[in-house]
Every structure is written in structure tokens, then in C-alpha cells.
């Protein structure tokens, strides 16, 4: 997966121009929902590589380029890790991203299970990283990590936008519509009743 930057002399203007657009596209927040959690930690908080492929060639398609920097695997044997390495280019930006995955050997044997499968995953995994040290996805994960206090971060504000959307469920109360955030609260503790948040009864509410 390798984009060959446009070759058009660009004034500094409309170098620095953009740039701006290219990063500025790059950083949004991710669409509502592609954040995924294997666990209930949130270090498990993670944005999945495809989501990143995708807004890579979105933002900077012809503007960038992703070289592969190691000609062999790297082995972490103590923790049966393999590790790659590259580079992304963006306009005349560079970043490098490092990529480190489990693997385990054939039984009986000292050949690598899937080892072309693995290698790949290493190298998305360096792709992944080199786009973190772009700052992409950190709107989104900020929530989920220590250092998200540190983020300008408007995805939340995005997210929270999103769960105040209207559904066609009424209140059994007043009959207004219910929104996304007032039904999951709701799912949360498997009530069936539909209750706008005005609405809920005391008895319910000490539930949440």
C-alpha cells in the first residue's frame, strides 16, 4: 500500500494550505461507534486498522507514501513477538511507526505459524502507529487513555451529539420521543418501560 506524492511544485502557500487540509482531515474524530473495546478496560479502547487505511486514503490519497523499513522480521523471542518497521511520508512529513505482533511455532517444529499472515499484521501495526505519531485518532481514544485530558477533544461532544438524536420510541409518560442516550440508559439495566429522562420513576432511576 504505497501512495506516490503529487510531483506539481506547490507554492508555500498552497504547500502549507494544504497540509492543513490534509491533517486537519486526518485528526477528525472518527465516525460514532468505531471505537471497539475488547474488554471493559479502557487500554483496550482501539480504532480498528481498516478505519485508519480507509482515513489515510480519504485525507492524503496521492499525497503520501508508507515504505516498509525492515528487510526481515525483527524476533522479541523472550516475549514471541515479531516486530516491523516503516515509514509514512506525508507531503514532505515523515513519521515512523513501529508494528509488533504474538506468533507461535508449528508444532514440533521451529517454523512460524502463518508467518506471512503474521508478518502483515506486524507491518498494519506500524502503519497504525506511524499514523499515531500524526496525532490521528487521538480525538477519539482520548476518552479512554490518561493523557486525554492533554487533547482539544470535540469527539466526545460528537459522540454525545449523536445519543441525543430523536428515536420513533415514545415515553409512556408524556408520549415525547425518547432519545439514543435515554433508551440505553435504559437497555443498560434491561428496563422495558420506555421513561423520558423527565419522566423516570425514582424507583427506577436508583437502578442507573
Known amino acids: 500500500m504505497t501512495q506516490f506524492p503529487i510531483l506539481e511544485p506547490l507554492s508555500y502557500k498552497e504547500y502549507t494550505d494544504k497540509y492543513e487540509e490534509i491533517m486537519n482531515a486526518l485528526c477528525e474524530p ?3 461507534g468505531t471505537v471497539k473495546k475488547k474488554n471493559d478496560s479502557d487500554k483496550s479502547a482501539h480504532i480498528p486498522v481498516q478505519a485508519y487505511i480507509q482515513r489515510l486514503n480519504k485525507a492524503a490519497g496521492g499525497f503520501y507514501s508508507w515504505t516498509v523499513t525492515t528487510e526481515k522480521p525483527i524476533y522479541h ?5 515479531l516486530e516491523m518497521r516503516g515509514k509514512l511520508t506525508i507531503m514532505n512529513t515523515s513519521n515512523e511507526g513501529m508494528g509488533f ?9 521451529r517454523r512460524i505459524q502463518d508467518f506471512d499472515g503474521t508478518v502483515k499484521a506486524a507491518v498494519r501495526r506500524a502503519l497504525v ?13 482520548a476518552q479512554y487513555r490518561e493523557w486525554g485530558y492533554l487533547i482539544e477533544n470535540d469527539a466526545e461532544d ?7 438524536e430523536g428515536t420513533d420510541i415514545p415515553c409512556v409518560t408524556c ?4 432519545t439514543e442516550e ?11 418501560v420506555m421513561y423520558c ?8 432511576r436508583r437502578k442507573f
Do not use: C, T
Request: glycine share 4%; charged share 30%.
Open 30 to 32: 472518527f465516525p460514532r
Open 77 to 81: 523471542l523472550e516475549q514471541m513477538k
Open 101 to 109: 505482533q504474538n506468533f507461535s511455532y508449528i508444532k514440533d517444529s
Open 129 to 141: 502507529d506511524a499514523l499515531n505519531n500524526f496525532e490521528a485518532g487521538w480525538k477519539d481514544l
Open 158 to 164: 460528537h459522540e454525545s451529539a449523536g445519543r441525543k
Open 175 to 178: 408520549q415525547s420521543s425518547l
Open 182 to 192: 435515554e433508551v440505553e440508559q435504559l437497555q443498560r439495566i434491561n428496563w422495558k
Open 197 to 204: 429522562d423527565k419522566h423516570i420513576p425514582d424507583f427506577v
